[in-house]
């Protein structure tokens, strides 16, 4: 079965630091993936998703099938990242399939 | 635009009360999906409609029935309210089903005592 894998509940860094969300992801086919996020009592709101190969507020995100990873990176981190980041696939013809989420905490 | 619009976003109910959840959008999209979150178990598929016409369980069905009124409005509906549903209810829709990107409502926030 398809899963989705956060391996950090909680993430805390300090302002201006590196961060990196892990992502990983088990499914044999050709995965779309995405992140998403949720800003406090806001609703969850796409960030980015891998075919775009864009970068949102600083975000990427590089799809690694050999390691079957989507990790989630941005080199300064800012007070306002801090929220709930949920990576999810969605296998070909199916349902989308969430992580269990990671609450970054970006200190001052 | 307000996009997907969700209808309360507080209740409290008692065991064995029954309630409805309203979910509409306005983006004209085909599909649209009921996800509950419940700490560290991310978002959990309850029931989705893929188009206007139909309805397929998802992964945590039990409990629950839903609605395809038509295509702007999908309801949730609690017959007989158990402790285990206390969560956080998401309506998201899409605008086909499959890889679309999912666009969220506000969530309700709903306690069974």
């Known amino acids: 079965a398809q899963r989705v894998t956060q391996p950090e509940k909680l993430l805390s860094v300090f302002k201006g630091a590196p961060v990196e969300l892990k992502c990983n992801y088990s499914?044999?086919?050709?995965?779309?993936l995405f992140w998403y996020v949720q800003y406090s009592r806001q609703r969850l709101q796409l960030l980015l998703r891998?075919?775009s190969r864009e970068s949102i507020k600083g975000f990427t995100a590089d799809l690694n099938k050999g390691e079957t990873s989507f990790h989630l990176k941005k080199p300064f981190a800012q007070e306002e990242d801090s929220a709930m980041y949920y990576c999810a696939l969605t296998p070909q013809g199916q349902n989308f399939v969430f992580g269990p989420g990671t609450r970054l905490s970006v200190l001052p | 635009n307000a996009g997907v619009t969700q209808t309360p976003k507080f209740q409290v109910l008692k065991t064995g009360q029954s309630m409805t959840l309203q979910c509409a959008q306005d983006m004209n999209h085909n599909s649209m999906y009921w996800y509950r979150q419940d700490p560290g178990m991310g978002l959990r598929l309850i029931y989705y409609?893929?188009?206007?016409?139909?309805?397929d369980k998802g992964e945590v069905p039990n409990g629950y029935n839903v609605s395809r009124l038509n295509k702007r409005e999908f309801s949730l509906r609690l017959e007989s309210a158990a402790p285990s549903q206390t969560s956080v209810y998401f309506c998201?829709?899409?605008?086909?089903?499959?890889?679309?990107?999912?666009?969220f409502g506000n969530g309700t926030r709903l306690t069974v005592t």
């Open positions: 891998h075919i």
């Open positions: 499914y044999s086919g050709s995965p779309e």
């Open positions: 998201a829709s899409s605008e086909s089903w499959g890889n679309s990107p999912l666009h």
């Open positions: 409609s893929a188009s206007e016409g139909t309805t």
